[in-house]
T-cell receptor
Framework: QKEVEQDPGPLSVPEGAIVSLNCTYS??????FMWYRQYSRKGPELLMY????GNKEDGRFTAQVDKSSKYISLFIRDSQPSDSATYLC???????????FGEGTQLTVNP | DAGVTQSPTHLIKTRGQQVTLRCSPK?????VSWYQQALGQGPQFIFQ???????QRGNFPDRFSGHQFPNYSSELNVNALLLGDSALYLC??????????????FGSGTRLTVV
């Protein structure tokens, strides 16, 4: 069993839709949770960074962490074609530790 | 402000050969981590270098080795290449082994193809 599970999609939505991306994990030691966006032929770019449980909002993006359920989510409101990319969840045990990534969800937002 | 720079961008090698990939961290960063990303998969941690020493290592064989130089740049070496080593190799930098609120900064990667 993988430490981090992420639905690979692909996910296709119309412009303006609300997108929900999710990951589950099995390692209780994970405390740092991140979402990265990766465009084709590019490296991952950090979108959201959350420590422990709770919600964090940044513009159209909201990250949620539920440590009791070992479940994290990323919501994208008013999705735009420019949001079309692969979204990777990543987790770490300490702030400087290795990151364990999900396999990524490929998102396409259609105009 | 330069981000993470990796070279070369693409590389084709023959099975059994050796390869060296290079990374210059973001200005102000002193820690470099390397990840391997196979097609359609998430990145997998190879190792991390800080103060010119390997500090953490993932589940990769000894064919994978690295080095960090006094200017914080780093190299990833892979010996006896296998077809399965074909992947995007990502370098990520941070300050003092602490990802802080900004996480790691990734480069665009080196695409290695082993034939």
């Amino acid at each position: 069993q993988k430490e981090v599970e992420q639905d690979p999609g692909p996910l296709s939505v119309p412009e303006g839709a609300i997108v929900s991306l999710n990951c589950t994990y099995s390692n209780s030691a994970f405390q740092y949770f991140m979402w990265y966006r990766q465009y084709s032929r590019k490296g991952p770019e950090l979108l959201m960074y959350t420590y422990s449980s709770g919600n964090k909002e940044d513009g159209r993006f909201t990250a949620q962490v539920d440590k009791s359920s070992k479940y994290i989510s990323l919501f994208i409101r008013d999705s735009q074609p420019s949001d079309s990319a692969t979204y990777l969840c990543a987790m770490g045990e300490t702030s400087g530790s290795r990151l364990t990534f999900g396999e990524g969800t490929q998102l396409t937002v259609n105009p | 402000d330069a981000g993470v720079t990796q070279s070369p961008t693409h590389l084709i090698k023959t099975r059994g050969q050796q390869v060296t990939l290079r990374c210059s961290p973001k200005s102000g960063h002193d820690t470099v981590s390397w990840y391997q990303q196979a097609l359609g998969q998430g990145p997998q941690f190879i190792f991390q270098y800080y103060e010119e020493e390997e500090r953490q290592r993932g589940n990769f064989p000894d064919r994978f080795s690295g080095h960090q130089f006094p200017n914080y740049s780093s190299e990833l070496n892979v010996n006896a290449l296998l077809l399965g080593d074909s992947a995007l190799y990502l370098c990520a930098s941070s300050l003092g082994q602490v990802a802080t609120n900004y996480g790691y900064t990734f480069g665009s990667g080196t695409r290695l193809t082993v034939v």
